[in-house]
């Protein structure tokens, strides 16, 4: 069942899952050493790596692929369920035969699970060099340097105002064409499941200057779209002393849309009790601003969604919703949600499946509740509903929501999509792929036409499979 939801996950979206990836080279020899990193968990995570490789590019390490040939490995870690920290150390004990080849190599741990577990990881993984959490990279050069010289290096600060807004990230594992560009850092809602807030921190906005100008810089650079990342980007807040203006999110966002109407925005994630009028008309206003919301539900019952400490309930998610489609007809929806939270009932589950119905979501990420150390709801809740109920409940959601997801994918065919493209499809060079603006993958043959990646092109679609579109390019 768990590979059940990574895979429908994955199909839809590699970013937001526990998904490895190592960057490219950047130019192996202006730099002495090597670093090699994977991330795991989410798109904060892989935009915090990008921060990590520019701190270290500037430290004269320069990244490679070949894990063999690294003088520092780094893993930037999640904590969100069990299974995510469960890869990570399986992946650490991997790396324990190079360690022991080559014993000047350096293993770090970064990230949400470094925090989480600060310097008991020492303790317990004792081939880790370094342990720093997502506050502290500034640090990782005097941490480096302490542990060449045989000194374990740990630092899990967390901070109020860090933000790394001066730091140019250096984009890994790039297709040159989308990037994303973290606003704030995070979280101050205290979802009772989460870990997050722990890990993470408070929320802070990160000064809006400096969003505008690096998405101007990847324009420049000839990327196409910008992500925009937060735990709960509604929350944005950021006051521009110099102007007086109090800039939120959805002035955050028409600034981002102006630096070019070639520029697509997107961004992630949004808290249904956060967004406001204001975005959405924002988001309708402006057609490079894609419609496509990320609107975590967690859970269709109210009783649930009070345990979680949500803070909203079932009726003012689905006003949400509504709200959502009569201002844009033509938005796409996708969802997070839990099965077999603490005390769950049968009945309460049924709500979940009907919200499922009721939002018709494009896609859905769904997980089985993994009780995390120290959360409110460890704390509070016996988590009560057996395993082998929240995975038939998982399974439950994974069906519906496949029905709701081909229904989606299937109203596309016929249709006429001005897709952005990305690059070659993975299957073939003869073929394109790219996104709607409903965030839908799209993949059409090149037809020797003289397209290039970053390019728009208005593409008709002609076939559904799972996952994906398939289609033609017709006249613009
Ligand atoms: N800030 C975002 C939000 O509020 O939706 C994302 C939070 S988290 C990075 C991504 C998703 O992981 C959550 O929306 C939730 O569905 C899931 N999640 C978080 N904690 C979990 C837990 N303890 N067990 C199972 N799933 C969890
Ligand atoms: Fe976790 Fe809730 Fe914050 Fe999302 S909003 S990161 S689920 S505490
Ligand atoms: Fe995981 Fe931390 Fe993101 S716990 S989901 S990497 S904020």
Redesign the pocket.
């Known amino acids: 069942m768990e590979t059940l939801e990574l895979e429908l996950a994955k199909t839809h979206d590699e970013t937001?899952q526990g998904e490895a990836f190592a960057p490219f080279a950047i130019d192996d020899n202006a730099y002495k050493k090597k670093f090699y990193i994977e991330s795991y968990?989410?798109a904060?995570n892989f935009s915090d790596s990008e921060i990590v490789a520019s701190i270290l590019n500037d430290e004269g390490f320069g990244a490679t692929r070949i894990v063999e040939e690294a003088d520092l490995i780094l893993l930037n870690t999640c904590s969100?369920?069990e299974k995510a920290e469960a890869t990570v150390r399986k992946r650490l004990t991997e790396f324990r035969k190079l360690k022991r080849e080559r014993k000047s190599l350096l293993v770090g741990m970064l990230g949400c699970m470094a925090e989480r577990l600060k310097s008991k990881l020492l303790e317990e993984e004792k081939l880790v060099d370094l342990v720093v959490g997502p506050d502290a990279y500034r640090s990782l050069p005097t941490l480096i340097t302490e542990a060449e010289g045989g000194q374990k290096g740990v630092n899990v600060l967390l901070s109020r105002d860090e933000t790394y807004a001066d730091i140019s990230p250096v984009r890994l594992n790039s297709n040159g064409i989308t990037a994303f560009v973290s606003i704030m850092r995070g979280?101050n809602?205290m979802?009772s499941?989460?870990?997050?807030p722990f890990t993470r921190g408070r929320e802070r906005s990160r000064n809006a200057h400096s969003i505008i100008a690096e998405c101007r810089d990847l324009f420049n650079e000839g990327y196409r779209e910008v992500t925009l990342l937060g735990?709960?980007v509604d929350s944005y807040y950021w006051v521009d002393e110099q102007k007086d203006e109090i800039v939120t999110f959805a002035k955050l966002l028409e600034k981002v849309a102006l630096v070019s109407p070639l520029l697509r925005v997107r961004f992630s994630?949004s808290?249904p009790k956060d967004i406001t009028d204001e975005v959405l008309f924002t988001m309708a206003r402006h057609e490079n601003i894609c419609k496509y919301i990320?609107l975590?539900v967690?859970s269709g019952n109210t009783r649930i969604l009070q345990l979680m400490n949500r803070t909203y309930t079932r009726e003012w998610y689905m006003a949400k919703v509504d709200r959502i489609k009569e201002i844009m007809p033509d938005c796409g929806i996708s969802s997070?949600?839990?099965t077999g939270f603490c005390t769950e009932t049968e009945e309460e589950h049924q709500d979940t499946l009907s919200i499922i119905e009721y939002s018709k979501y494009d896609i859905s990420?769904m997980?089985?509740?993994?009780?995390?150390p120290g959360?409110l709801?460890e704390r509070r809740y016996e988590d009560d509903v057996p395993l082998d109920v929240k995975k038939r409940r998982l399974h439950e959601i994974v069906q519906l929501q496949r029905k709701y997801s081909e229904l989606s994918y299937l109203k596309d065919v016929g249709k006429t999509f001005k897709v952005l493209i990305e690059g070659n499809s993975r299957k073939s060079d003869e073929d394109w792929s790219g996104r709607t603006s409903q965030n839908k993958v799209v993949v059409f043959a090149k037809n020797n036409q003289s397209y290039n990646a970053g390019e728009y092109v208005m593409v008709k679609v002609n076939q559904s499979t799972g996952g994906t579109l398939l289609g033609e390019i017709v006249d613009n």
């Not at 997980?367 to 995390?372: A, C, I, Q």
């Open positions: 937001r968990g989410c904060m969100i369920r979280c809602n979802c499941f989460c870990v997050v735990q709960n994630t808290h990320h975590p967690q997070d949600v839990i990420y997980y089985f509740y993994s009780e995390r959360t709801a």
